[in-house]
Structures are given as C-alpha cells and as structure tokens.
T-cell receptor
Framework: DGGITQSPKYLFRKEGQNVTLSCEQN?????MYWYRQDPGQGLRLIYY???????QKGDIAEGYSVSREKKESFPLTVTSAQKNPTAFYLC????????????FGPGTRLTVT | GENVEQHPSTLSVQEGDSAVIKCTYS??????FPWYKQELGKRPQLIID?????GEKKDQRIAVTLNKTAKHFSLHITETQPEDSAVYFC????????????FGKGNQVVVIP
C-alpha cells in the first residue's frame, strides 16, 4: 500500500475558505488522478494528469483546481466556488493512463462548515 | 460519455456461498473492464480486470465474465469468506476514446459468518 500518500487524513475548514489537499507518490508514475467519493456515488473523477505540467478536467471539475509542477506531486485546491465540498477525496496514480492499475492513496476527509 | 451501472447496490451472502455482481455499460466501444475492492476504512485496490477480446478471466476464487453484445460484465466470488466483505467498484474504459476509467457507484457485499 505504500508509495502514494495524502495529507492530512482529516481536514476542517470554514465555508468561504480555499483549502489544498496534498498528494505525493514515489512510484515514478506519470499519471495522477483526483476522485471524490460520496456515499452511494462511487468514485467521481475531478481532475487527472497524464504528465508533468499537463492536466485535464474530469467529470466534476467545477470549484476545484490542480497543478502538476512535479512528477511526484498533484495537489488539489478546493475553492470557495465548490458548492458542496464536504466529502472524502482520493488521489491515485498509475504508470500511464488506460489499462494501467491505479494505486490509491489513503484519502482525505474534508469537512466544511 | 460512458455510464456504468452496478446491481444490486447491496448483497448479503452466507459464508461459503457464491456472490455475483453485475455491471452494465453504455459505450459499446469500451474495451477494458477492471474491478476494484474497497474494504471498510481502506483504499480501493484492483482485484481483477478483463479486456474485450476475452469472455472470462479467473483468479483463484474470483472471476469476471464479459458479454459484449449485452454490454454487461459480472464479478463472481466463490466460497465467500468474511474478508470478502467490502465495496466493489466496476469500471469501464475506451482505450481509443478519452482513455479514462468510468466507475460505477459500487456494490456493498456483506458475508455473513
């Protein structure tokens, strides 16, 4: 299970504040992903990156932003524009996109009040 | 885009019995179908996958079958054990399309000792 880490495990923020979730991997993977997991909703793709300095929107990108300045790191910012930010956020990485196995991090549970 | 649906949402089985989870997909061009398992409080992990050029794949107690005509694929778990209790996510991907996994909403499998 090692190789991809997320911090912190729990995060609390006040409404109206931006917050950045960390995702780091030492697997030398090119591709990285951010998913949001809500009860009964499965895994919904927020953003993904196939290579450094490049990223694409997923299915629910509104209110989120990302950067990919380093191969190892893919931070996700939840902005105040995200209407319902309280959720469990999972980061994943893979050797490439397509059929490569995605390795998930332990997740960050964000609560916004 | 691709739409993946899983049925049933919750499945309870007696230990030792078999469990079957079915997924349907909408994009006939999808050609890769993985299954991920997420135990309570843990991260999702790939357990088996199948490509569209085969109809069945087996790995010990788990197997996946694919029916391309009907656009559905199923996960079969035989001789279920308590450690099989988890949420199972199916996904579909079109390697020649947007090359992104589309996940279903997940099935909760409960193995009753």
């Amino acid at each position: 299970d090692g190789g991809i880490t997320q911090s912190p495990k729990y995060l609390f923020r006040k409404e109206g504040q931006n917050v950045t979730l960390s995702c780091e991997q030492n697997l030398n993977h090119d591709a990285m992903y951010w998913y949001r997991q809500d009860p009964g909703q499965g895994l919904r793709l927020i953003y993904y990156s196939q290579i450094v300095n490049d990223f694409q929107k997923g299915d629910i990108a509104e209110g989120y932003s990302v950067s990919r300045e380093k191969k190892e790191s893919f931070p996700l910012t939840v902005t105040s524009a995200q209407k319902n930010p309280t959720a469990f956020y999972l980061c994943a990485s893979s050797l490439g996109t397509g059929t490569y196995e995605q390795y998930f991090g332990p997740g960050t549970r964000l609560t916004v009040t | 885009g691709e739409n993946v649906e899983q049925h049933p949402s919750t499945l309870s089985v007696q230990e030792g019995d078999s469990a079957v989870i079915k997924c349907t997909y909408s994009d006939s061009a999808s050609n890769y179908f993985p299954w991920y398992k997420q135990e309570l409080g843990k991260r999702p992990q790939l357990i088996i996958d199948i490509r569209s050029n085969v109809g069945e794949k087996k790995d010990q107690r788990i197997a996946v079958t694919l029916n391309k005509t009907a656009k559905h694929f199923s996960l079969h778990i035989t001789e279920t054990q308590p450690e099989d209790s988890a949420v199972y996510f199916c996904a579909a991907l079109n390697l020649y399309g947007n090359n992104r996994l589309a996940f279903g909403k997940g099935n909760q499998v409960v193995v009753i000792p």
